[in-house]
């Protein structure tokens, strides 16, 4: 019998080509990490054509490339206005290396430093629509909040986010990020071991990993409230994402999504 598609689960395509080692760990690179993966003969994203048309002067411009940005998203399929509204009002650009800001509203991931990377646009609203689809989430956590953007999203819309980083100089640089702007005061964040989740700020309407694990630690899926859900990448070479539905105390709905490279997800904390 085959098995029934969630609504949001649409069609992917495979890349068969290798993909060589990095510092980001086996398989990964800048380039591939935090995104969705595509066929060779997939559409453009439009990213190539954005960033030959980028002005010289983002600064007074990138509301209008957050507009456009915002547009390519909705034409790639995320439905969900309040996401779509977010990332209308967060500037991406503050949130990636000033060398890098003329490339922020490219649909890519780009480095943040420490071997990891700000997630690809599309992955970002996809997740966080899926996460929310047909819900109103009032308390979210975040594991692995990396420079911020993507808490800082997600706070635009909940009440209370959390968020959980492990890489000390991510954790100090999403601090200065999320001190400044729209998302001052917005974020609850916490320098530890994202794996562990936050058992004294549960349970959850809803739970985002950024980054994937082998499997998906057990001890998240029971921070969530009953009929809450948890988006993440799970697998090592091979990548999807994961949607969980708690569904009662001891039980929970799993469906499997896009396929994706996301960095490591690793224990502890780096200093």
Aim: with cysteine; proline share 7%.
């Amino acid at each position: 019998m085959n098995k029934p598609r969630h609504p949001l689960d649409r069609s992917f395509r495979i890349a068969r080509s290798p993909v060589r080692s990095s510092a980001l760990g086996p398989g990964y690179s800048v380039a591939n990490s935090n995104t969705r993966i595509l066929g060779p003969h997939a559409p453009a994203q439009g990213g190539a054509a954005l960033a030959s048309a980028l002005p010289a002067n983002l600064g007074l411009n990138s509301d209008r490339l957050r507009t456009q940005m915002v547009r390519r998203l909705r034409e790639q399929g995320i439905t969900d206005d309040r996401v779509l509204a977010a990332m209308q009002t967060v500037p991406r650009h503050d949130f990636v290396d000033q060398g890098l800001a003329s490339r922020a509203y490219e649909d890519a991931a780009l480095p943040i430093g420490y071997g990891q990377t700000i997630s690809q646009p599309w992955v970002v609203a996809y997740m966080l629509a899926v996460m929310c689809e047909g819900r109103d989430p009032q308390r979210v956590l975040e594991i692995g909040a990396g420079c911020g953007y993507q808490a800082a999203v997600l706070a635009q819309f909940v009440p209370e986010v959390y968020a959980v980083e492990r890489i000390r100089g991510l954790y100090d640089q999403a601090r200065l990020n999320l001190s400044q702007g729209r998302s001052r005061g917005r974020v609850r964040l916490s320098f530890g071991d994202g794996m562990q989740g936050l058992e004294h700020r549960a349970p959850f309407d809803g739970i985002v990993v950024a980054a994937a694990g082998v499997k998906i630690p057990e001890v998240l899926l029971h921070q969530l409230a009953i009929g809450a859900r948890l988006i993440a990448p799970e697998g090592s070479t091979h990548q999807r994402l994961i949607l969980f539905e708690r569904t009662g105390p001891s039980s929970w709905h799993r469906v499997e999504l896009e396929d994706v490279r996301f960095v490591p997800l690793r224990p502890g904390t780096q200093t």
